[in-house]
Each structure stands twice: as structure tokens, then as C-alpha cells.
């Protein structure tokens, strides 16, 4: 006899053989005691829960020949018939590939013909809402007046997209993502029945991995007994299925929390040597981590879809970490999630972002280190920053135009102050003379003047033209230039004399010139902070970007 995939030898061939579906077991049951059966039905629900298998169940129980209970003997003609898929009246049209209008109508002219051998024809449309619109409303006339001896039975994983004249029409059973007990329970009746002998963890294993569908499960089974054969044990499960034992995940997030670095870049080698995926690792150590977080929140581990030794190893790991820092974690795995795929050194990448999470645990004293270093470097900063606690990991940049050099030119300030602040202050104690100029006027005249100090020579004046009056404060102009002419300020500082003359003449204030260069990178004055590349670097790394 010819290998057959686990997953159809044992297919469940009554209604009471389908596992975790009983609300809709239980209702098709007694619509055949009652005798009520509609003349339409929508299955909808994930992949791999049973939709097709009772499908089928329905149509042997409509056309069984010994019983019409609802319980189809898997014995007549028409039972074995319709298990075996060479039934005339039990037709199954996969809506994915038969989605035109052609088949549709194609399929209107067999409904009309009676059943041959059968009491009904059954038409199971798997994948339904793949059908064409023009389809669908081909679809809907038959459904609109369908013979007695029609029964439609469509399935699918996107009830969404089927229209509500369609739905209207049906009678809906929604099934359920099959739970890891439902699974396991599956999987134990076909295991007996083979004769294999498997441990628990690798059962838990399959069935988690599995997903909610039992199809799922079964074919990793497949997989699993073609390597391993009748005696299965957990080593051999986790390395055919590629999967990482949470053993690894535990061991790395005890390094994370101690901060041990080198061990930490020693798991990280095994997670490459072994040929684990980096994106199933991250999205593995991102679940871990949330697995602590409910631990953390709820002792009695519930909420965890896992095995109940896991659950228990949870419970007692959970009382070492503190919830924010495993928010924070998540976070920064999440990201790393959705990076993975734009990097290509997706190595690197996870070293850097794992070794950055090792740096985040002190996240309180990075803050201070941060306000610290940036209340000293600009008295600004410090005042953007009002909750400390709360951010980590920032990116410091500046979007206004600072001072990169800040120097005067007169000669009885040669030696000039570091600090722009106290400059200042100096400045304003020292402003005994009225002013009498405006930074407008000053703005206003700007070309004439330019024009005016390119009578004593003509660079001079060029370089001038690019920059600005951005400031007047007592006598002191501060002119800003674009940070593309940075180099030309020199030469402007050289000559500042010349220029103060000029615009002494001009204006009859003797004002003191302060070239500063712009930081911002070029003359459109762009915001740095939206600049591509810094938003990929705040992207890549998980940044904030404090003013
Ligand atoms: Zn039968």
C-alpha cells in the first residue's frame, strides 16, 4: 500500500471524530435529528482546523445509504465514494483556481441535472472568496432558487471578503483556532494507532509550533517519524523542525540581566553555528520575553499558551525582572523584527541590537549620564527633557543653529570667552551706549551694505552676501552663515574690521561682527532631525531625538 500523509489516513470520518469544533458539531448533529438541513452553508475559520473534513462529513451524512442520522456509516458505496474523493455528486471545486465566471456558470448547468447515485449533490467550494465579483453573482442566482436535491457547502479563511448576498444566503459556522490541548489530543490518537512512541516535550513542541491547525501538526509529525521512526524524543524533534529550544532563550536573558557581555556574544555564536533562522530567533526571544511579561503580571500563567512545565519554569524565572525593562525589551525586539529584512548584515545587526539591550538595563543612569552631558555641553537641552525616567537610548542632535565658532574680532577681545552665555551676559553689562539700530533695519539695508563693503573689495563682499543678520544684541550682529560656506568665515573674521567700518559709515553705529556657522547642513535650512539619514540611524537603533 502507498505512503499516505498522516493528515488524510487520518481524517476524521464522522462528526464526533472532528476535535475542537464541538459548537458546530453539535449544531449539524441536530439539524439532522431535526431534519432541518439548510441548503447553504459557509465554513469559515483558520487553515488546517477541519472546514473541508466536515464538509465531507456533512455530504457522506446527506447521501449515507444505511444511515440518516447524521452519522455516516463509512461503509455504503456513497461513504467510501465520497472519502475517496470519486464521488459524482459530492463535487469539491477549489475557489482558488476555478475562480472565473466560466466555471461558475459551468457549474450552474450540472446543478441542474438530478444527483446519479446520491440523495443530494453536493457542491463543496473550498477557498470561496477567491471567486471573481462576476462569479460570485453568477454564483448567487443558483443560490437564490436552488433545486431541492442541491446542497452548497463553501469554505474559507476570509469570511470578510465574501459579499453579504452570499453570506445572506448561507448558514455560517465559524471554527475555532484549534487549542495545544485539542492538538495534542489529535495527535495521541494517531500516534497510538501508528505505534509510535514520542516524549511529551516533543508532542508540546509540535503542537505549539503547530499554530492553532491540526494539518500543521500533522505534517511536522510526517516529518519528524520519516526521520526518526517509531521512537521519537525531543533533541530529534527541535533540530528536524529547526527550532530553538527555550532553554537557549532562558540562558540569554539571564545574560541580558546580569550584563554579561562576552557570554552573551558566545550564545549568540551558537544561535549562527547551528544554523538557527535570526529572524525566528528574534521573534522566539521577543515571545520569551513577553511569556516573563505575563508571568510578571499574572502568577497564574494561564494567559501562556504553553506546556505546563514551561508555564511553571515562567512563573519562577518572572519574580527576577521588572516588567518596564522587559516592555523596553520587546520594543526594541519588535523593531529589530521589522529591520531584519532592510539589513544585510543581519548578523552585526543583532549583535549591535543585542548588546545595546545589555546597555539598556541601567536605563536611569544612561539618563542622568545623558542630561548631564548635555546640560553642560547646552544649557537647552536640559530643559527638553523634563522626564528623565522615561527615555533611554536618545539620540542627541540639535535642529537650531548653534554657535560652532564663536569668536570675536576686536581687538580688545582677542581672547574670547568659550561660553556664549556669559558672553552675553558681558555683552548686556557693558551696553552703556543706546544702540539706536534695529536687527530689521539691519535686515532691510543688508544688500546695501553688502554692496557698500564690495567697494573695498569684492570676495569680501560675496562671502558676506551668503550669510545673515541673524541676531543684534547690544552692539553685538551676529551674522549666520549656510554651512557650506563654512570655510569662507575665516576669511570673513580676518576681515571683520574692514566690514565694521563699513557699516559704521552706513548705519553710525560702530556694531561688532560675530560670524557663526549654521549647523544645519546646507542653505535650505532643512531640519536635521528629518534629514534620511538621521531617521534611519533613530530607526535602526531604537533612538529618540531629544531638541
Ligand atoms: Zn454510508
Redesign the pocket.
Known sequence: MSYQVLARKYRPETFDEVIGQDHIVQTLKNAFARDRISHAYLFSGPRGVGKTTTARILA?AL?????SDGT?????????EISTSRSMDVLEIDGASNRGIDEIRNLREVVKYPPINAKYKVFIIDEVHMLTTPAFNALLKTLEEPPPHIKFIFATTEPNKITPTILSRCQRHDFHRMSIDDIIKGLDNVLQAEKIEIDEKSKQTIASQADGSMRDALSMLDQIIAFAGSKIEIEQTLSLLGIIPSELYFQIGNVIRERNRVKLLELLHKVFTQGYSVSEFVSGLSRHFLNLLISCTDSSSELLELSTDLQKKYSEEAPNWDSRDLLRYNDQLVEMERNLKLVQQQRIYLETVMLKLVELDPSVSLDELITRLSGSVSKHSSDNNPNPSQTFGKVESKSDPAPVVNEKKSEEDNNAEENPKSEEETEENTDDENTAVSLDHVIEKWDYLISKVGENGTSLSTFLSHGKPTTLKGKKLVITIPRKYRFQTDVLKKNSRKIEITFEKELGVNLRMNFIVSEKKDSEQEDITKHPVTERMVDLFGGEIIK
Do not use: A, F, S
Open positions: 457522506k447521501n449515507c445509504l444505511e444511515n455516516p456509516c463509512g461503509e455504503c458505496r456513497n461513504c467510501t
